[in-house]
């Protein structure tokens, strides 16, 4: 990063068609990380994975929270795909949650130059949060907000949540980028990691028939590697273990030139999660800390 925060943002971006294969971790902040627990771990992505972004996921109500986020982000040099978190209590948190990182947007003046995108999620229309036009009311409104700030604004969903609205169309017409969820392993056709490119193509296929060429990043995007309530297979030949979260990922890389190929800069993905400790069975480290794996995934080919 400059030495003083710039006066523009003309440039300050890289062209999206950079921005394929591997770009960050999704990361939980329901914990409410300390600022020196940002800063730590921001610089690990950065510095041992190449990561470009994080992906947050979750939610922090400490107020003022995202300035810490922001802080850390601007000390590793990452960006940030920032989320509105709706939950499942079908409670009016959210509004609160929009309202101020919508403000802390406007008064940190790193802000822009580390926020990527908004997103409103995760799922929001699979979990019948509110109806697809509702949200695309929401998109518009804060695309109007953030529009002297430059942020792109989107949600964070699934292919078959928007196949489950019949306004879901307008939604995607509406969105700057699509942030796409990808877990095969909950697919009724799951087996291993390794045979489940059909069953990613399948949904990658839904955001590219009907994305209008918009950027699409797979943000929620991986394979456990334990089960847990919440966390199980619709699949009877489903295997969740390290060497088939593993193998997922080494699938994607193995997938890379097609990932460059896609119209529109081609498709960039994160890893869900950056621990264990954040969301159980999804970590590239176990809760100890320790890689589960090696875990060095191709960020250009």
């Known amino acids: 990063m400059p030495s003083s925060v710039p006066s523009s943002l003309n440039n300050w971006w890289c062209n999206t068609d950079t921005e394929y294969g591997f770009v960050g971790f999704s990361y939980e902040v329901t914990a409410c990380q300390s600022l020196t627990t940002l800063k730590k771990e921001f610089l690990d992505i950065t510095q041992s994975f190449s990561g470009r972004y994080v992906r947050l996921y979750g939610f922090c109500d400490q107020s003022g929270f995202y300035n810490d986020v922001i802080d850390a982000a601007w000390n590793a040099g ?11 209590d079908g409670d009016d948190k959210w509004e609160t949650r929009r309202n101020e990182l919508l403000g802390i947007l406007h008064s940190n003046s790193k802000g822009k130059f580390v926020t990527r995108a908004l997103q409103f999620g995760s799922e929001p229309l699979y979990d019948n949060v509110l109806s697809a036009g509702d949200l695309t009311t929401q998109v518009k409104n ?24 019949d306004g879901s169309l307008n939604l995607m017409d509406t969105i700057d980028l699509i942030d796409a969820h990808m877990l095969p392993f909950f697919s009724t056709k799951a087996s291993v990691a390794s045979k489940s490119w059909s069953i990613v193509l399948t949904d990658l296929n839904y955001f590219i028939d009907n994305g209008q060429n918009k950027k699409i990043y797979l943000t929620e995007n991986g394979w456990p590697s334990t089960t847990y309530s919440g966390v199980e297979p619709n699949s009877p030949s489903a295997v969740a273990d390290v060497k088939n979260e593993q193998d997922y990922y080494k699938l994607l890389d ?23 400790n954040q969301e159980p069975g999804y970590g ?15 960020t250009s080919c």
């Open 284 to 298: 590239i480290y176990d809760t100890d800390g320790n890689l589960k794996f090696p875990f060095i995934p191709k």
């Open 254 to 276: 193995d997938n890379c030139g097609y990932f460059k190929s896609v119209a529109g800069g081609g498709v960039g993905w994160f890893a869900h999660i950056y621990s264990d």
């Open 78 to 88: 990452v960006g940030v795909h920032a989320l509105i978190w709706f939950g499942w």
């Open 142 to 165: 804060a695309q109007t907000n953030l529009s002297s700030l430059h942020i792109p604004v989107t949600i964070s969903e699934m292919a078959y949540g928007y196949q489950e609205d």
